[in-house]
C-alpha cells in the first residue's frame, strides 16, 4: 500500500519497479507462492503513456497452474490485480492466493503493470472504455489469452482487484462484461469512480449505474459482485462521506436491479459476524432476490486499514496484507464459485448446485 498517501492526495503516479527477464510461459524464479503447483511468467507489451512526464509501463502477466491441472479438463480463472506500489509477485506471495488455488482447483492470473497504479484510479479515459487501448483493454487482452492457453472454462472466469487494482476490475468488468461471471473489489471504488470516491456520500453511488449500463452496451449484463474494506480505509469501509469499496457495492447493486428490470428487488437476507481469533471482528452481509438466491456480499472488516485482508503473516510481505482480518480470498472464491456466466441472464443469478 506504499503509494496511498500520494492516492489520498490525488496525486498518484506510478511507481515503476524493475522487472525481471524471464522467457514466455518460463517458471517463475520467485517461487510459487505456497502452491504446489507451477507459476508460469508472459511478458505482454510496453505501452507509452504522456503523465505529468513521457513514461513507459511495462506489462506483463504470471499464471499460478495448480498441480491438477489438465488440458483436457476445464477449471476456473481467478484474476488478481495488484493495487498501487504492489508488483504481481508481491502480491501473489502475500495474499496466498496460490495455496487456495491449489486446494480448490483454479487457476489464478496475477496481471502487472510494473508496480504502478492502474489508471482507473485516476479516470485515465484510455484505461476506462472499451477499445480506448489503455488497461482494461489490457487485462481484457491478459485474460483470454489465459483462457486460451490453458483451456479455461469460460463460464467460469471472475476478478477481483486490490485499491487502484479494484478501480481496474469495477472498469474492465463494465467493459467486458461478456469475460467475467464475477467480480469484487477490496479497498477500492465502482464503475465511473476514481480516488474522489473518498469524498462522496453514498446517495452519490446509484446515480452512476446508469454509466455502467452504457459502457457495457449491447454486452449487457447482470454480474454478480462481492466488496470487502476496513473501517479505517478511507478506500475501505469508512463511515457516511467515502467508503469507496462500499460506494461500489451500492453501484453494483443499483446496477444489477436496473439490468434485471428491478426484477430483483434486493433484500438483506442475512447478516454474519465473526472474530478472527486475535484479530479483527468483521460483519458478511448477504444480499438475495426476491426468489432467494443469492446476488451479492458486502463484507465490513472493524479496525482494517488499507490491506489485503488475511494473508501471510511473514513480516516481509507486511506492507501489502493484515492476517488479523479474513480470509479475502476465501470470501472471494467461495463467493465466485457461485456463479457461472450464463445463469446471470435470468432473474436468479446464482448456479444451481
Known amino acids: 500500500m506504499t503509494c496511498i498517501p500520494r492516492l489520498l492526495r490525488a496525486t498518484a503516479v506510478f511507481c515503476l519497479i524493475a522487472l525481471q527477464g524471464f522467457a514466455a510461459g518460463a517458471s517463475d524464479s520467485l517461487g510459487n507462492g505456497s502452491g504446489r503447483g507451477r507459476v508460469d511468467f508472459y511478458p505482454l507489451r510496453s ?3 504522456l503523465l505529468p512526464v513521457p513514461s513507459t509501463v511495462k506489462y506483463d502477466y504470471r499464471v499460478y497452474v495448480p498441480s491438477r491441472h489438465s488440458m483436457s479438463k476445464d477449471l476456473p480463472l481467478f484474476v488478481m490485480v495488484h493495487g498501487c506500489g504492489t508488483t504481481a509477485d508481491q502480491q501473489m506471495h502475500a495474499s496466498q492466493i496460490n495455496e487456495l488455488a491449489e486446494a480448490e482447483g483454479f487457476l489464478v492470473m496475477h496481471p502487472d503493470n510494473g508496480g504502478g497504479c ?15 487501448g489503455g488497461e482494461a483493454d489490457l487485462l481484457a487482452e491478459m485474460t483470454r489469452a489465459t483462457m486460451a492457453n490453458y483451456n479455461v472454462d469460460p463460464e467460469r472466469v471472475y476478478m477481483i482487484g486490490m485499491s487502484s487494482g479494484a478501480f481496474q476490475t469495477t472498469h474492465t468488468a463494465a467493459a467486458y462484461p461478456e469475460i467475467y461471471a464475477a467480480v469484487g473489489v477490496m479497498a477500492g471504488g465502482g464503475f465511473g469512480m476514481n480516488v474522489g470516491c473518498i469524498a462522496l456520500p453514498d446517495a452519490a453511488a446509484p446515480a452512476l449505474a446508469p454509466l455502467a449500463i452504457a459502457e457495457m452496451g449491447t454486452r449487457a449484463r447482470v454480474i454478480p459482485f462481492i466488496s470487502l474494506g476496513g473501517t479505517t480505509d478511507p478506500l475501505g469501509e469508512t463511515p457516511t462521506i467515502g467508503g469507496c469499496s462500499r460506494l461500489a457495492f451500492i453501484e453494483s447493486m443499483a446496477t444489477n436491479m436496473l439490468l434485471a428490470g428491478n426484477r430483483y428487488a434486493p433484500d438483506l437476507s442475512s447478516t454474519v459476524k465473526g472474530q478472527v481469533p486475535n484479530g479483527y471482528s468483521w460483519t458478511k452481509e448477504v444480499w438475495r432476490d426476491r426468489s432467494g438466491c443469492q446476488i451479492s456480499e458486502r463484507w465490513i472488516i472493524d479496525s482494517m486499514g488499507h490491506y489485503w485482508s488475511g494473508g501471510s503473516s511473514d513480516p516481509q510481505w507486511a506492507p501489502w496484507t493484515d492476517p488479523k482480518g479474513p480470509s479475502a480470498n476465501r470470501a472471494a472464491w467461495e463467493f465466485f464459485s457461485r456463479y457461472r456466466k450464463s445463469d446471470t441472464i435470468n432473474e436468479c443469478a446464482e ?3
Not at 118 to 125: F, G, M, P, T
Open 351 to 353: 448456479s444451481r448446485r
Open 118 to 132: 492502474w489508471r482507473a484510479v485516476l479516470s485515465a479515459l484510455d484505461s476506462i472504455h472499451r477499445g480506448g
Open 47 to 49: 505501452v507509452n503513456y
